[in-house]
């Protein structure tokens, strides 16, 4: 069963930046299609980057501000972002796939969830 646990959320002024991490048990990450994802108030759950066998891949609002990667050996996966705006404050989820996903944004391609980390981005 594959367990995953995100950290590194806070507080951070406009233009600043964040790295997030999430660290996975039970399985390898390099067995795993893995994904982060944010929810804000009153909003749907929504793609934010997805590492997987085919490559990275971002939501337009991100491109060019996040990078997705993993540290194999730690079995930890990192989502740093820089730049950051008030509109990404949010919770912000880790996401696993036991399976490669069809659609990779889709929040019901992933089996695994994480309690999520929230990021607050001050004006």
């Known amino acids: 069963q594959v367990h995953v646990v995100e950290s590194g959320g806070g507080l951070v002024q406009a233009g600043g930046s964040m790295r997030l991490s999430c660290a996975a048990s039970?399985?390898?990450?390099?067995?795993?299609?893995m994904a982060w994802f944010r929810q804000a108030p009153g909003k749907e759950r929504q793609f934010v980057a997805a590492l997987t066998w085919r490559g990275t891949y971002y939501a337009d609002s991100m491109k060019g501000r996040c990078t997705i990667s993993r540290d194999n050996a730690k079995n930890t996966e990192y989502l740093q972002m820089n730049s950051l705006k008030p509109e990404d404050t949010a919770v912000y989820y880790c996401a696993a796939a036991l399976s490669p996903p069809v659609y990779y944004a889709r929040p019901n391609e992933y089996n695994t969830w994480g309690q999520g980390t929230q990021v607050t981005v001050s004006s």
């Open positions: 039970g399985r390898t990450l390099s067995s795993l299609t």
